[in-house]
């Protein structure tokens, strides 16, 4: 039988994922196949890249000084990423919005993930970490 003993702590490639995700999301209004009407629409590219640079952010920040609230943020972030194309009104372009909804359900399980494995940490145990 497996053992899932190595997801019960954090650690550093974790948050490497977590930038490569977030670079993932900035450029994904310029991944393949996509309709070309989608660059007509600058909020959604503006909204895109503002999301994976703070996701990218925040996973470096998790890399350098884990704290709790990255990973609820990293979630809300998440979250948003699947409502954008519905919010937003691009719901009807195609593969957009199945990147996003993609991309933001890795995200929301990453962070939810992340969060499990710090619950119980101490603040002395999270400032330890990537050390």
Excluded: K
Excluded at 5 to 25: K, P, Q, S, Y
Excluded at 36 to 55: D, E, F, K, R, S
Excluded at 80 to 97: E, T
């Amino acid at each position: 039988m497996s053992d899932f003993g190595f997801l019960n702590t954090h650690r550093t490639w974790e948050d490497w994922c977590g930038m490569l995700l977030g670079a993932a999301i900035v450029a994904s209004p310029w991944f393949p196949i996509q309709d070309p009407a989608v660059n007509a629409h600058q909020t959604m590219i503006l909204n895109t890249v503002a999301i994976g640079l703070v996701v990218f952010g925040i996973s470096q920040l998790e890399y350098v000084a884990l704290q709790r609230w990255q990973e609820v943020t990293t979630i809300l972030i998440g979250l948003w990423l699947i409502a954008s194309p519905y919010v937003m009104g691009y719901s009807g372009d195609g593969f957009l919005r199945v990147y996003h909804t993609g991309l933001g359900a890795v995200l929301v399980l990453l962070g939810v993930l992340q969060l499990w494995q710090d619950w119980d940490l101490t603040d002395q145990d999270m400032l330890r970490h990537g050390q």
